[in-house]
């Protein structure tokens, strides 16, 4: 089962605006990561957020959490035609480091940058 | 470039015969990860690998296992393939448990 879910599903803006996507979850998390897909190929990682921080940023990327609401979002900024993929949140509840980091991914959202 | 290698890249087979997917991981990776990737959907965990002892499983049956080895390469075999199992079979690998996760490109399994 998916814990996450990611909303919206697709989405599509033309080169230059900003893309948000929105990240839910159901139970209590040590940390959330998002993650880009090219082309159904292997994931690369973009941010790892912590239970107990609010906000990060990573060049035009900017990842929010509110571990009240059990949301985060993502912001690219100034989106270009190569951000074009889909983009998966997924989180860890794993408190230990003995116990397995098993992340649950939502479905995805899938960006579509228009030139 | 993750520095996490899978082969095959594609993989065709029919039910009930039995496949070994490989992965190479980072030198210093303690972790290696499974994960099967269904067309459409995000990545299912299949089971985690710590310092060569599987640490967690996900919900899968016992007919996928797997092996990690000390020079940090991996193996995740299927028994008695069904039709479901077509998907993405994704490595990823990590120095600890908690951190970020470096994937692999992926093994495409499909069936005649």
């Known amino acids: 089962s998916q814990q996450g879910e990611e909303d919206p599903q697709a989405l599509s803006i033309q080169e230059g605006e900003n893309a948000t996507m929105n990240c839910s979850y159901k139970?209590?998390?040590?940390?959330l990561q998002w993650y880009r897909q090219n082309s159904g190929r292997g994931l690369v990682h973009l941010i790892l957020i912590r239970s107990n921080e609010r906000e990060k940023h990573s060049g035009r990327l900017r990842v929010t959490l509110d571990t009240s609401k059990k949301s985060s979002s993502l912001l690219i900024t100034a989106s270009r035609a190569a951000d074009t993929a889909s983009y998966f949140c997924a989180t860890d509840a794993n408190k230990g480091i003995q116990g397995a980091q098993k992340l649950v991914f939502g479905q995805g959202t899938r960006l579509t940058i228009n030139p | 470039e993750t520095g996490v290698t899978q082969s095959p890249t594609h993989l065709i087979k029919t039910r009930g015969q039995q496949v070994t997917l490989r992965c190479s991981s980072q030198s210093g990776h303690n972790t290696v990860s499974w994960y099967q990737q269904a067309l459409g959907q995000g990545p299912q965990f299949i089971f985690q690998?710590?310092?060569?002892?599987?640490?967690g499983r996900g919900n899968f049956p016992p007919r996928f296992s797997g092996l990690q080895f000390p020079n940090y390469s991996s193996e995740l075999n299927v028994n008695a393939l069904e039709l479901d199992d077509s998907a993405l079979y994704l490595c990823?690998?990590?120095?600890?448990?908690?951190?970020?996760?470096?994937f692999g490109s992926g093994t495409q399994l499909s069936f005649l």
């Open positions: 690998y710590y310092r060569e002892e599987e640490n």
């Open positions: 990823a690998s990590s120095p600890w448990i908690g951190e970020k996760l470096f």
């Open positions: 139970t209590s998390i040590n940390n």
